[in-house]
């Protein structure tokens, strides 16, 4: 009888040391994660061994955190691509449908909060130019209303990216294709780089992101969709993780109007080079010197 | 040896004080306690907790560092008169003066770091270990400036403190040139703060070259203004030997400063609402309010009614050599530049954002609370560098003192 209590005494001390000793080793992996995390270098110093050692770190993080195993890319940049965007104000009807699909893709955080790439004002007609007569939050039954326009802003990806300039630490860079990206392991959350864009380009992680697991999207880029972390700056990356592999950004595939284009601003045979030879072309805050290579036109 | 003595009995004094002193510290870092427990708040949900978000991304702790930055800077408006012109009663205190500046730069620091997102990853912007991008990005000039600020504002003082202490007259030769430096230094950490905003063209609010100016003069009125105050209540608790004129010395000074500030301000107000372009948005959203949003509006303007009425104070010899008026103004001034350089500045800057929409920010009880922590933090600090400084600046603190009790003991010990 006592025999008996003592083995099942040592067997109970004897499986909570054993998990004690789990527990202890996964919080010691658990910091050492986070040792290596916070000693990780800028993405674009690390060799190819480290950016290979920094996925890896990632996707045990992300399996641990979401219990999906992610696949993340660090595709460079093809030097024959300059990427090029265009779209057509005569056809967006102002449904927001590129906003949602923008947000799946690029796995932002749907509350608290609540983060979104792209923005669609709406603005009377004849007030175009004037952004601040724009509107934000508006929900009629139907779309288009009759005497607007609608008008979608993301990211221009400009040529001389303010942004990028008031980067205190070159945590923001331009890529050789034309595309404005962010290390989010490197961003020092100052978010300078958002009161230097005029075209409110970026957006801040002012929390945890908050993504249902179900409904990550677990294709990444390093430098594109992959989570975020809290107090990190994020913005539009024309869907770099589509974009390096031959598919369309996820808004350009999800417009119902066709309103959308997109393209390799130096093949000349290209739809975007066709658009801005033919069509009536304009650029936002074009006077701010800030070049972008979002062309907005009109095809009717 | 000699030096390691000096520091422990430093050490040491900063820990005995009369009653008042133990209270006004202990009040000090009673408000550093709650401030801390909020900081941890925020280090563990994130910046979510202040009242900032996408359209105004900046806010209180952003405009309290451009007012400290101000207050920093102001502190060679003792150094000239006293180094320059060689007016001897602001030479006494011109070490104070420099401490405070010390001060201020430090609690300027502590308000950057309240607002990074990421403070694990502040070794990023240090030179040679992160990435300082030196000089692309104005926020690593005014790294650099402000902490060469804060060295040249702490390497001056004690120099001279601990000469003082051993008896000695500091070394001109090094002094001087330190001093000299220390003029144009403050002209720029403060005009590099102003470029900081100046330069963003998606802000047409900061985008007006008189910005830089406009620092300039309302920090000549601010930090002289913080000093006339601080000096007056250590003259009246720790025995600081000041003398009234070099206080309306000050204030006369404050009072050129405080006229090129509104005239200014006055010169943008008359730019914005004459030609009347969409860049008046942010200066109507301050002034006026735009499409029903004021709730700066009574702000900006009590801000107006002190800054007008400290500076008819400081104009008339009557109420500048008053020390009741004098106090008073001072107060307004601290508090009328304060709203103007502070929510006055940087919220306006936001409003409308570029695609035009109104989010009308104020800070919370979370920003408050860590803002005036630090603001007590700072205190803290100076009260301690006074607590030294002073007995030194008076002898009651001094090497051949400290000898001549070391001798006695040691005559008595031989004795016994």
């Not at chain 1, 792209?118 to 007030?127: A, E, F, P």
């Not at chain 2, 920003?367 to 933090?377: D, P, R, V, Y």
Request: aromatic share 12%.
């Amino acid at each position: 009888m006592e025999d008996r209590s003592q083995t099942r005494r040592d067997f109970m001390k004897m499986m909570s040391m054993g998990a004690m000793a789990a527990l202890s080793l996964g919080s010691l992996s658990c910091t050492r994660a986070q040792v290596e995390a916070f000693l990780q270098k800028h993405f674009r110093e690390m060799t190819e061994a480290e950016k290979k050692e920094a996925i890896r770190r990632l996707e045990e993080t992300y399996f641990r955190k979401y219990g999906k195993k992610f696949h993340i890319s660090t595709q460079p940049a093809d030097t024959a691509v300059l990427w090029g965007y265009g779209l057509d104000l005569s056809r967006c009807i102002g449904c927001r449908r590129c906003v949602y699909a923008c947000v799946k893709e690029n796995n932002q955080s749907r509350s608290n909060p609540q983060l979104q790439w792209i923005r669609v004002v709406r603005l009377k007609d004849g007030s175009l130019i004037n952004l601040e007569n724009t509107e934000h939050y508006y929900n009629p039954e139907k779309v288009p209303e009759p005497g607007f326009q609608y008008m979608p802003v993301q990211c221009q990806h400009c040529e001389n990216p303010p942004c990028v300039r008031v980067c205190p630490v070159h945590a923001t860079w331009k890529e050789p294709d034309g595309i404005v990206v962010v290390d989010y392991n490197w961003c020092i959350g100052c978010r300078y780089c958002m009161a230097a864009c005029p075209y409110k380009g970026r957006v801040f992680n002012w929390g945890q992101p908050n993504i249902p697991p179900e409904e990550l999207n677990t294709e990444v880029h390093y430098l594109g969709n992959r989570p975020r972390m809290k107090n990190v700056v994020e913005k539009c990356t024309f869907c770099i993780q589509r974009v390096r592999n031959g598919r369309y950004p996820a808004c350009v595939e999800a417009c119902p109007t066709g309103a959308r284009k997109f393209g390799n601003l130096l093949d000349p045979d290209s739809e975007i080079r066709y658009i801005i030879e033919n069509k009536r072309v304009f650029r936002l805050k074009e006077d701010l010197n800030t070049e972008p290579k979002f062309y907005y036109f009109f095809s009717a | 040896m000699e030096a390691w003595i000096f520091f422990k009995k430093t050490i040491r004094m900063v820990f005995v004080g009369t009653k008042v002193y133990y209270l006004w510290c202990a009040f000090l870092l009673a408000i550093i306690g709650i401030a801390i427990s909020f900081y941890m708040k925020q280090l563990d949900a994130g910046l979510i907790i202040t009242n900032m978000k996408d359209q105004v991304s900046w806010g209180l702790y952003l405009g309290n560092f451009t007012y400290l930055v101000g207050v920093a800077a102001a502190a060679v408006l003792l150094v000239i008169p006293a180094y320059i012109y060689h007016f001897d009663p602001i030479k006494e205190i011109v070490v104070l003066g420099e401490l405070l500046a010390a001060s201020a730069i430090i609690m300027a620091l502590m308000f950057v770091l309240a607002d990074l997102g990421r403070p694990d990853r502040f070794w990023h912007i240090v030179p040679f270990i992160g990435i300082l991008a030196f000089p692309d990005s104005l926020l690593a000039w005014d790294v650099i400036v402000l902490n060469g600020y804060l060295v040249l504002n702490t390497i001056v003082p004690i120099y001279i403190l601990v000469k003082t202490y051993f008896g000695k007259e500091p070394v001109r030769k090094y002094v001087i040139p330190l001093v000299l430096l220390s003029i144009p230094w403050a002209v720029g950490i403060h005009t590099v703060t102003a470029f900081l905003y100046n330069g963003l063209a998606a802000r047409p609010f900061w985008n007006a070259s008189i910005l830089a100016p406009r620092f300039l003069a309302s920090a000549f009125c601010s930090g002289p203004a913080m000093a006339l105050i601080i000096f007056q209540i250590l003259r009246k608790t720790a025995g600081l030997k000041i003398k009234n004129e070099a206080l309306f010395k000050v204030a006369e000074l404050m009072a050129y400063a405080m006229f090129v500030n509104l005239f200014l301000l006055g010169a943008e107000l008359f730019k914005e609402y004459y030609s009347g372009t969409i860049h008046l948005a942010p200066m109507q959203y301050l002034f006026q309010g735009l499409h029903g949003h004021d709730s700066l509006v009574p702000w900006i303007r009590s801000a107006m009614v002190m800054n007008i009425t400290a500076f008819l104070i400081f104009l008339i010899p009557a109420t500048r050599t008053n020390l009741l008026t004098l106090n008073i103004g001072s107060l307004l001034i601290i508090v009328g530049v304060w709203i103007e350089k502070g929510l006055g500045l940087i919220v306006p800057g936001f409003i409308p954002d570029p695609l035009g929409e109104i989010y009308e920010y104020l800070p919370n009880v979370n920003e408050i609370a860590i803002s005036l922590g630090i603001w007590a933090f700072g205190l803290f600090i100076f009260t301690l560098f006074m607590r030294i400084a002073i007995p030194i600046q008076r002898g009651d603190f001094s090497h051949s003192k400290y000898a001549r009790e070391a001798g006695r003991t040691q005559y008595e010990r031989s004795n016994q």
